[in-house]
């Protein structure tokens, strides 16, 4: 009787997730993105989008807070987020660059995970994706920097998160989830703790491993998520109308020939080195009338796309030409409208040395803030933080 019980609610489980897809996709309009892989210019300026106020920050630096390897930043109410890969914590500033807090603890212990994955902040609460559990996330209390598991179903699998009012939004990235099947995006509701299942994948593609890791899968502005999957050149949408694909890219040449695409992740990815295809999106940044994807061709380009009049550019870099040509290596937004941009403390020497020092800025105040920080740092210090509003429509 249990049996036939577990039996029934699987299948009721399928057919809704089956249903909700089909309804929604029925209604998308997909927009064709052709992409020449070379018409690629090298420096895009990214500061035509922003506002001229600027302000730099040196962050602090002590033994118990030394950054090595910079994972992920993030801003949000004033506060500066980095996560280290050395480390395997997340450390917080506030924007003034004093040093407030570490959080995360990699071992095996309570609130404590294998490998830092993503980091989401959401009011009081840090939320990490455990990188070596297909399934686990902890959540931390900001103020307490405890941590404990999140009660999520151990037959998940997903390559990232993000986590929307009630809503967490988690995407499979071609990893079958068991009982859910072979859907890339699953949205659990928090306070039912009901799934909704959307984007489905073929079998083949989870049995074969057929997939690998992204940098970034989903990216939210507003009620708008846009989402990406590996071994897929599709970015769908998903907003409270519904889920479906919204742009489909194209690239010129070098694209994954489709029966390789049906192979294994390991070869697909030594076969793209040796013949140099082009893999797909590596990550994406969903922003208010543009989006900002990336894609290896020996290096990481960035696609800017304009929403508004289908038209996109191909850099090698963005740069800010307003603040010395300003190299955008590491950063983010926020969902209040600001760009983080972050450079190590090496990285920031060379470059004002060679370049930002010798380039003009808008604002004078600005050149001088950037030469007192120059005139202050070591090789060793924590990275060096710019903080920009984007530009109201």
């Not at 998308?28 to 035509?48: A, G, N, P």
């Not at 294998?114 to 009081?124: E, S, T």
């Not at 695409?261 to 994406?284: H, N, V």
Request: hydrophobic share 35%; with cysteine; charged share 25%.
């Amino acid at each position: 009787m249990v049996k036939s019980i577990f039996f029934m609610c699987f299948l009721v489980l399928i057919y809704s997730c089956t249903s909700n897809l089909v309804k929604e996709r029925a209604n998308s309009e997909v927009t064709d993105v052709y992409v020449d892989v070379d018409d690629v210019i090298d420096e895009l300026d990214f500061s035509l989008f922003l506002n001229d106020e600027a302000k730099f920050i040196k962050l602090e630096t002590t033994d118990s807070c030394l950054i090595s390897e910079m994972k992920q930043i993030s801003y949000v109410d004033g506060k500066i987020y980095i996560a280290d890969e050395l480390s395997q914590s997340v450390y917080i500033f506030n924007d003034s660059g004093s040093f407030l807090k570490k959080i995360g603890v990699k071992g095996q212990g309570p609130g404590e995970y294998v490998r830092l994955g993503k980091f989401q902040v959401v009011g009081n609460y840090l939320y990490i994706k455990d990188d070596a559990s297909p399934w686990k996330l902890y959540v931390y209390d900001l103020k307490s920097s405890v941590g404990r598991l999140m009660d999520i179903d151990e037959n998940l699998s997903y390559d990232d998160f993000y986590l929307q009012g009630d809503n967490l939004y988690l995407v499979a990235n071609n990893n079958s989830s068991y009982l859910y099947g072979c859907y890339n995006l699953l949205k659990l509701g928090m306070a039912t703790n009901e799934m909704d299942c959307y984007l489905p994948f073929s079998e083949n593609l989870a049995k074969q491993h057929s997939h690998w890791g992204l940098f970034s899968n989903i990216s939210q502005y507003k009620d708008s998520l846009l989402i990406i999957c590996s071994n897929n050149d599709t970015i769908y949408q998903s907003t409270k109308d519904g889920t479906s694909a919204k742009y489909a890219v194209h690239f010129s040449k070098r694209e994954l020939p489709e029966d390789l695409r049906q192979k294994d992740g390991t070869t697909i990815m030594m076969t793209a080195m040796e013949k140099r295809y082009i893999k797909g999106l590596s990550s994406i940044l969903n922003l208010d009338g543009y989006f900002i994807a990336q894609y290896g061709d020996y290096i990481m380009r960035s696609i800017l796309y304009d929403k508004r009049t289908d038209e996109h550019t191909v850099a090698n870099v963005l740069k800010l030409g307003k603040w010395g040509d300003l190299y955008m290596w590491e950063y983010s937004f926020s969902d209040d409208g600001k760009l983080i941009v972050a450079d190590s403390g090496g990285a920031f020497l060379s470059s004002w040395k060679e370049r930002y020092s010798n380039r003009t800025f808008i604002r004078s105040e600005g050149k001088k803030d950037l030469q007192k920080i120059y005139e202050q740092t070591s090789e060793e210090d924590n990275p060096i933080i710019g903080i920009f509003t984007l530009k109201n429509k």
